[in-house]
């Protein structure tokens, strides 16, 4: 049986995510800090889905991952997927200190320790949840923009620490445009894939080994358009 983590799983994409690969006959590793819905996906799937229970803003994040390892009996793939993101047009410093904590520090320590782990194993899989808003900054919500941009950037390094250390580990960045969670807010979305067509499309494009996905794949003519948009023009939309 394959092995996965999937750092946030309690709720919306990552708990679709692991009911995809538990329906694939994956082994399954689900975190959040909602005790009662790991349990209730444990109960449903008990021959598939094992949990620990913590919050990535704090300091315990190594040992739960290091516990649900040896509860797996090893790890082919981890996904971080748990997210922050609230409108900060006031600039509040208490979302943008929770965006960062959770979505760049939180992030890079696992992230860091899952690459790490899986050169002393000589290979493996890494994938994470940025998003659209990665391509330019925000002024709804600045330190969101940032904290994507900051995972897509940090993942790009490793692909190339991967390549040149000349070891078959994977990195996979997934940037959803509007996915139907509690996540996606906003007035003015469009697009809005429903959750499972969203998991199915990542399990896909994981298996698959794409270095970057865009959910679901119309997201990437908006990704160029961002990108492409000279600042002149993207400062009225962004
Ligand atoms: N939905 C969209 O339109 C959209 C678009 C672009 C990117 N994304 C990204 O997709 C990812 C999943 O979001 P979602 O839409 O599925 O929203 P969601 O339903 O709110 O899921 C967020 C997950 O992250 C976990 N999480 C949040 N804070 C945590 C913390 N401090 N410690 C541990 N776990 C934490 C939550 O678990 P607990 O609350 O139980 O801790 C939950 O399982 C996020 O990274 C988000 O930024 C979503």
Sequence with gaps: MKKVIIIGATSGIGRALAQQYAAHNWLVGITGRRRALLDELQQ????NILSECFDVRGDENIDCIKNLI???GGLDLLIYNSGYGEASESLNWEID???????VNGFAEIVNFAFNYFVLEGRGHIAATSSIAASRGSSF??????SKAYMTNY???LYIKAFKLKLPIYITDIQPGF????MAKGNKQFWVAPVEKAAQQIYTGIQQKKRKLYITKRWRLVAWLIGCMPLTIYKKLG
């Design 97 to 103: 200190k929770n965006t960062t904590l959770n979505n």
């Design 141 to 146: 919500a600045p330190a969101y923009s940032a």
């Design 179 to 182: 996915v139907k969670t509690k």
């Design 44 to 47: 449903v799937l008990p021959d």
């Design 155 to 157: 993942m790009e390094g």
């Design 70 to 72: 040896q509860q797996l």
